[in-house]
C-alpha cells in the first residue's frame, strides 16, 4: 500500500469522527490497526511516520485525574450527604488552577460517580450520575475552577491521578516508591537491603 493510499485511508477514517478533537479509544485503536497492518508492508520510514501520528494524538488527548474528597476538597469529616462537598484544599486548588493555567486537560476522577444510580445512606434521597457529575461541577465552579469533565473511569489518554488513596509504583518493578527510596537511603548508609 502506498504512503498516498495510507493517508487517504486515515485522512479518511479522521474527518469521519463525531469530533475530531476527542477521539476515542475504539478510533484510535482502529489507527493502530491501520499502522500495524501497513507496517507489513510499508519502509521503516513509513513505519515511523504513522507511530508519530499515534503518539500526537495520545499527547492531544493527555488528561490529569484530580481526585474529589480528600484530594482537592477537605473530606475528614466523611460522608455528609452526597450532594454535600467540603471546602476546597487551597494548595490543591491552587495547583489545578496551576495545570489549567498551562493548558492542561483536567478531569475530576471519582468514585462518587461509579453508579448510575443511587440512594444517600445519610438523607435517602435517590440521585443519578448526572446529578453528582453537576453538584462536583457547580463546587468547581464556586472554587474558581471551570466545569470540570467528571469520570470515574481510567483510560489510555490519563498521564497523572492525583488522590489521597494511591500508592505510586516505580514501572516494572513491583515495588512501591517508598520501597526504593528506602533501598536507596539504605544503600548509601552502607547497610544491607533486604
Not at 36 to 65: F, M, P
Not at 102 to 130: H, L, M, P, Y
Amino acid at each position: 500500500m502506498s504512503r498516498t493510499i495510507l493517508e487517504k485511508q486515515l485522512t479518511d477514517w479522521f474527518y469521519a469522527l463525531p469530533d475530531v478533537g476527542n477521539m476515542t479509544k475504539r478510533h484510535h485503536d482502529q489507527m493502530i490497526s491501520i499502522i500495524r497492518e501497513h507496517e507489513q508492508q510499508s519502509t521503516s520510514q513509513d513505519t515511523v511516520y504513522l507511530q508519530k501520528c499515534a503518539d500526537s494524538d495520545i499527547k492531544a488527548n493527555e488528561w490529569i485525574g484530580i481526585d474529589l474528597d480528600g484530594t482537592l476538597a477537605d473530606y475528614s469529616s466523611g460522608w455528609r450527604a452526597w450532594n454535600d462537598i467540603g471546602p476546597p484544599l487551597q494548595p490543591m486548588l491552587d495547583r489545578v488552577k496551576e495545570m489549567l493555567a498551562a493548558n492542561k486537560r483536567v478531569k475530576i476522577f471519582t468514585a462518587r460517580v461509579c453508579f448510575d444510580t443511587d440512594v444517600c445512606r445519610a438523607t435517602g434521597q435517590g440521585f443519578s450520575r448526572e446529578d453528582m457529575a453537576k453538584v462536583i461541577q457547580d463546587w468547581c465552579e464556586k472554587h474558581g475552577l471551570p466545569r470540570l469533565e467528571v469520570t470515574n473511569i481510567k483510560d489510555i489518554y490519563m498521564r497523572e491521578l492525583w488522590d489521597d488513596r494511591a500508592v505510586q509504583m516505580v514501572p516494572n518493578t513491583g515495588r512501591t516508591l517508598t520501597d526504593e527510596h528506602l533501598a536507596e537511603s539504605m544503600a548509601a548508609s552502607g547497610k544491607a537491603v533486604s
